[in-house]
Every structure is written in C-alpha cells, then in structure tokens.
T-cell receptor, first 115, second 117 residues
Framework: NAGVTQTPKFRVLKTGQSMTLLCAQD?????MYWYRQDPGMGLRLIHY???????AKGEVPDGYNVSRLKKQNFLLGLESAAPSQTSVYFC??????????????FGAGTRLSVL | AQSVTQPDIHITVSEGASLELRCNYS??????LFWYVQSPGQGLQLLLK??????LVQGIKGFEAEFKRSQSSFNLRKPSVHWSDAAEYFC???????????????FGQGTILTVHP
C-alpha cells in the first residue's frame, strides 16, 4: 500500500517564487493535514481539511493556501516564498471518529529551502 | 490549551542498554497520547498510543510506554536498544473533548536518539 505520498521530496526556491506541494492518500481518509517541522519545535499544523471541498486554518497558516478538490488529494501552495518558510513539510491523513481522527498517517515529507 | 514537553533534546545510549525517553503533557482531562518515531529522511511512524484502560501500553519494535496521571507523564521505554532504533522520537497529545472537528495533535519538540555500538 502506498499510504500517503508527497511530491516533490526536495525543492529549492528563490524568495518570491511560488510552488505547490502535492499530497495523495489511498486510504479513503476524510481528514487531511499539512504540518511543518522546524528544529526544536516539533510539528506545527498549517492547514487541515475535514473532507472534499473543505479547508481550515491550523496553528501557523500565514503565507500558505490549500485546496482539497478531490478526496484523495490535498495541495499546499506558497504564493510568494520567504526564507522563513524553509522547513520540512509533512502531510498526514486520518479516518473520522473521535478516536480514529487522532491516529494520523504521515507521508515521507518535502524538504523545502527558500533562498 | 494542550502542550507537550520532551525535556531531553538529545540522548545517547550504547547498543543493548535500556532506554527511557521522557514526555510530560498538559491537558485538562485524560488525553489521547502517542509516541511517533522518525527515521532519517522518513515520515513519522506511530509507535504506540494510549486511549484508556491499562496504563502500560505496548507498541511496535519492542517499545512500551506508561501513562502516569499523577505526574502528567507518558515516558517511552525499551529494555535493550538496537542500532536501528537511532531516530528522532516525538510525543504527542490528542484532544479528547467533544466539539473538536479534527485530530488536533500537539507534538513535543522531539528527542534525538543516538546509539553507540
């Protein structure tokens, strides 16, 4: 099983450039999440989605946009990249339900550097 | 607000030695508790979880964790560490209260484990 797949795995951007990170899951999960991981700070939630066509802000949403046009895909966009967005980005997904939505399945991550 | 503290940023142990990684949480009720492991260049993998019941939970790869309500702790243990256990470990707390519309996981800062041969 592929589980949660993120593309690309690595990317280098110049300040001001834009890009889209793709997350795809094949587990028919309703919920999907985007996190960023920075040294010494654990994972912080950027945006999340509770179903196709829905998105909501997480803990650190500024500078990012997301879309969930298909249930299996969750896109994270950077319209104008800044050096502060250099990070490792993780996508995750989960089933619904009070217990199940706490069990999240993670992709391998995208390492982004903004110069 | 829920929070998680992992007091040890980096721990080094010898192969075959025992291991304990500390995790303290802050939450208004009994939380859902998790330990995840991240191997270099990989995503996070769930090691074990606590929802209710027996406070000593068993996970994959020979790990276990004990929920201690009085100490607000959920420490991860392994009796004999293998070189392949070298990774970063994250403790996380999940919201239990009704009204939460998504899996609000709050992660600790992580503990990097180095294993010496």
């Amino acid at each position: 099983n592929a589980g949660v797949t993120q593309t690309p795995k690595f990317r280098v951007l110049k300040t001001g450039q834009s890009m889209t990170l793709l997350c795809a899951q094949d587990m028919n999960h309703e919920y999907m999440y985007w996190y960023r991981q920075d040294p010494g700070m654990g994972l912080r939630l950027i945006h999340y989605s509770v179903g196709e066509g829905t998105t909501a802000k997480g803990e650190v949403p500024d500078g990012y946009n997301v879309s969930r046009l298909k249930k299996q895909n969750f896109l994270l966009g950077l319209e104008s990249a800044a050096p502060s967005q250099t990070s490792v980005y993780f996508c995750a997904s989960s089933y619904t339900g009070q217990v199940d939505l706490n069990i999240q399945y993670f992709g391998a991550g995208t390492r982004l550097s903004v110069l | 607000a829920q929070s998680v503290t992992q007091p040890d940023i980096h721990i080094t142990v010898s192969e075959g030695a025992s291991l304990e990684l500390r995790c303290n949480y802050s939450y208004g009720a009994t939380p859902y508790l998790f330990w995840y492991v991240q191997s270099p260049g990989q995503g996070l993998q769930l090691l074990l979880k606590y929802f209710s019941g027996d406070t000593l939970v068993q996970g994959i790869k020979g790990f276990e964790a004990e929920f201690k309500r009085s100490q607000s702790s959920f420490n991860l243990r392994k009796p004999s560490v293998h070189w392949s256990d070298a990774a970063e470990y994250f403790c996380a707390v999940g919201a239990r209260a009704g009204g939460t519309s998504y899996g609000k996981l709050t992660f600790g800062q992580g503990t990097i484990l180095t294993v010496h041969p």
